[in-house]
């Protein structure tokens, strides 16, 4: 594993629920950071230095959880050491590097998987499975959102880091949650409006968007962001059909009715300010599908298999966010592919 921060520890608890997999090593460049998670999750091995874990000949699969701006320097260490790895969201900064992470990566021989945990939440995939039965006739529109008061990593709040806000953040879960449900049918093109609200002082990044993708099949698909919304998590989803409807929220009906003065503590830590009325959720890591997701890609490396979520679906989640940030600054509908590029997406945005 690398990295020692939010989305680690997810990992790392999901990883207890695999049972052909066993966490041999974690690295972290912060001094103590890697030693201190090691201990907490009885993992035998911790580094500072990226180059001494992957000399690990016992190591077949490296989780990438590390800041956005590093994904694309680390994963190319572990490529062109022969290890598989996974990525988390978002893939990289850009699509250069997302370009040449997918070419070192078939160069070396080794799998690119993309962590996208909504493929495999339970309720969704329960949602897609009524879609694929013919229950819902064909789709029309779909629409996901995930709404909470901030990013729990504070590199997020850094653009020149992160690459963006609430749209790198957590649009890219809506995206690719699109993209499954709808075959992987190309999107034709992308409109998004964009704000940063309430979190001024902390970032140049938006916190609240709104982005609006079609398909060439004609499906559109909505998604509603925010790093605003009080009182802990909100994750729901939509499949609007030519036969039926179907609405699946992740944490309504599995989660406990709250009311705390003090705030209440999750699993892995606390998630938004819980002070009042909030949603206490019990087995939250295994309700929105991280053991899984990465059940699945262990299989993937034991029996040489397609994962569901690749590198290539990381680019081209990243692709359709450089589209809306670019709409979001020029206020017009941007058709893919588009000829825009930047270093990060935000600068599509901002510097309009």
Known sequence: MVGSGFVSSIHAEALKSVARAEVLAVCSPTKGKAREFAGKYGIPNHFT???DMLALDSIDLVVIG??????????????????????????????EEADRMNNACRQAGVKLMYAEELCFTPKYVRLKGLLDEGAL???????????????????????????GGVTMDMGCHAIQFFRWLNGNNPVKS??????????????????????????????????????????????????????????????????????????????????????????????EIWNYGFPQEFEHFVDCVLHDSQPLVTGEDGRAVLEIIMAAYESAGSGRKVYLPSANQADKPFKLWKEK
Request: proline letters at 3%; aromatic letters at 8%; charged letters at 25%.
């Open 190 to 283: 992308v409109y998004a409006q964009m704000t940063t609200g309430v979190h001024k002082s902390k970032t140049k990044g938006d916190d609240n968007a709104i982005i609006i993708l079609e398909f060439e099949n004609g499906v559109l698909g909505v998604a509603e962001e925010s790093w605003t919304k009080l009182g802990g998590m909100d994750d729901r989803a939509e499949i609007h059909g030519t036969e039926g409807v179907a609405y699946a929220d992740v944490l309504q009906g599995n989660s406990i009715q709250t009311y705390s003065s003090k705030g209440v503590g999750y699993a892995v830590e606390k998630a938004g300010n819980t002070v009042g009325w909030s949603f206490t959720m019990y087995e």
């Open 66 to 95: 590390s800041p956005n701006d590093t994904h694309c320097e680390i994963a190319m260490k572990v490529a062109a050491a022969g290890k598989h790895l996974v990525v988390e969201k978002p893939l990289c900064l850009n699509l």
């Open 49 to 51: 230095d990226l180059n």
């Open 137 to 163: 006739g064909s789709p029309v529109m779909l629409k996901q959102s995930e709404k909470h008061d901030g990013p729990h990593a504070d590199h997020f709040w850094d653009v020149e880091r992160s690459g």
